[in-house]
């Protein structure tokens, strides 16, 4: 009837988060690294959109790639009619990742790139004749996103209860934050040590039914847990003693956020699949990828159909044109600006920034390793309360981040210049005080 549509969540209930739900916090324009509210209020961006803007906001060169793609060709079915860009993007993906980790299959969110790595892994099994190996094995404070295969990899029990018995089976290990990692930046011991509950597992369940172990490198959206040295490594070994294959989540992780360009690299241990998401586009295109070691893949796709082996997977949107140009135009970005080499260079100065919080009473506990930081304050009221109102609070007083429970995550972009990082930090300070 000509009435403007209220921006209220009786339209789009569908949100996770209760507050938002009744109270939407709306912006209506992002430039560099800075969003902006209908009103034209600025609020600095620390958490690089979500995880998904390294290279700032609105970035001109990605825009205008995908408008010439959209109309050189907008759409093709790429499972049945390739396009050249599809393939030159799968190949400088595979360049980004260690020796032999280098086939690449394309999908549309985080959530489908774990779905289809589970799926991968349970064909690579069957193909080798042990379709026995059903299990998967995650951590307790893992996020794996909200399909069906990662709700049930992810530890969080909120997200997994109301589904129960149609999920898959998975089985979780504890999560690796221990208190002698408290303010740690990963340098914490003892690591090896809690990978030891993946060998409680394996000799729980038996490894030879479990298919794969699942891992963000750095758990991300559970608080930034950042794993002692030795702990992936050793995780390696314990996979590799029972033919399970390791999945690292670089969802978060992927695309220089460590300081690497990816955290197979930072850790040094090579998995053999590694999904990626978020900033493959720098934002600008929903967009994700697994990449698969070759001679997992040469399994799966060399096995006789009789056998049964076959994925019948793919997404009608897999490697969209306007996704791929968009995510070449973010890599010549990334590298062109040396953008992961500015990562680990600003690192330094962001955690040194957020690491001088300690002194603040309620803050109990600081994380961080590259462009990836994260606090907790002392629960207040219900758990969870103390952070969405500092989440709430922040973005009031100009500065965008997103909490999870009673911690906060802090991922700025990686073009974001020292002065914002201290105003950012500044901002954290004076509402902690005041909380
Ligand atoms: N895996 C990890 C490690 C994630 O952080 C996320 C999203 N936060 C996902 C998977 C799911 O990604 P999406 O929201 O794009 O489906």
Not at 41 to 60: C, E, N
Not at 61 to 77: C, K, S
Not at 96 to 120: Q, T
Request: proline share 5%; with cysteine; charged share 20%.
């Amino acid at each position: 009837d000509g009435t403007p549509v209220a921006m209220d969540n009786h339209w789009m209930p569908f949100t996770p988060n209760r507050a938002f739900r009744a109270e939407p916090a709306i912006v209506a324009r992002a430039e560099g690294v800075h969003y902006f509210d209908p009103t034209g209020r600025r609020i600095l961006d620390g958490s690089s959109g979500l995880f998904t803007t390294p290279a700032g906001h609105g970035r001109r060169e990605i825009a205008e790639a995908v408008g010439r793609q959209l109309m050189e060709l907008d759409y093709t079915p790429s499972f049945l009619r390739g396009h050249p860009r599809a393939f030159e993007l799968a190949g400088r993906i595979a360049r980004l990742m260690p020796p032999g980790l280098d086939r690449i299959f394309f999908a549309n969110s985080g959530s489908e790139a774990v779905d289809s790595a589970m799926k991968i892994a349970l064909a690579y099994h069957r193909a080798r004749g042990e379709g026995q190996r059903q299990i998967f094995v995650s951590r307790e404070r893992a996020y794996h996103g909200v399909n069906f295969g990662g709700v049930a990899l992810s530890g969080m029990v909120n997200n997994r209860r109301t589904f129960g018995i149609g999920l898959p089976s998975a089985v979780h290990m504890r999560h690796t934050h221990i208190p002698e990692n408290r303010f740690s930046r990963g340098e914490g011991e003892h690591g090896a040590d809690l990978a030891e509950d993946l060998a409680r597992v394996a000799a729980t369940h038996g490894g030879e039914s479990i298919a794969a172990v699942f891992v963000e490198p750095v758990a991300g959206s559970t608080g930034v847990l950042v794993p002692p040295k030795g702990y992936l490594a050793r995780l390696r070994e314990i996979c590799d003693r029972h033919g399970i294959l390791l999945v690292f989540d670089e969802v978060i992780t992927g695309f220089g956020r460590t300081g690497r360009a990816f955290a197979t690299q930072a850790f040094g241990v090579t998995p053999d699949l590694i999904t990626m998401a978020k900033a493959i586009t720098n934002g600008a295109q929903p967009m994700s990828a697994v990449a698969v070691k070759r001679a997992v893949c040469d399994v799966v796709m060399n096995a006789a159909p009789e056998g049964g082996v076959e994925l019948f997977h793919g997404y009608t949107w897999s490697a969209h044109p306007a996704a791929c140009a968009a995510a070449l135009a973010a890599l010549d970005i990334y590298e062109g600006e040396l953008l992961f080499e500015r990562a680990a260079q600003m690192s330094a100065y962001f955690l040194d920034q957020l690491f001088a919080l300690r002194d603040i009473p309620i803050v109990t506990d600081i994380r961080g390793i590259g462009m990836l930081g994260g606090f907790d304050v002392a629960p207040m009221g219900n758990p969870g309360q103390r952070g969405h109102l500092l989440q709430r609070r922040l973005f009031e007083e100009g500065v965008h981040i997103k909490t999870t429970g009673d911690a906060a995550i802090v991922a700025p972009a990686f073009v974001m210049e020292a002065g914002e990082i201290d105003r950012m930090c500044e901002t954290f300070r004076t509402v902690l005080k005041a909380l």
